[in-house]
């Protein structure tokens, strides 16, 4: 829970409007939901040992991110009327580092 604490004070500090956190919609969930300009950002958050792109594709693998998929897409049938663009972002979380904020980590199929 830290990490996502961290994770939206490093948003907001990069401009972002934090519109929810921890949204459910059954079964599924989005660690934070925000916008920045245009777009709705749905944001996963990761604490990892060391980041490389094989330690990211563990854990944002693709079942992970059908899931967050469907989520994205209840969440924006259900709260957002304008068509607007949506983009799914990972902000990695190791030791002694800074977080590493991926824009467009995943590119949606809904």
Partial sequence: MLAEQEA???????????????WRFKALEIDIISQIGPYIVFTEVKRISSFSPKALQEKINSVKQTRLMRAAAEYMRIFVTADMEYRFDVICYSKNANPIHIEAAFYPNI
């Fill in 8 to 22: 939206v004070l490093f948003l907001t500090q990069k401009g972002h409007t934090i519109l929810q956190r921890n």
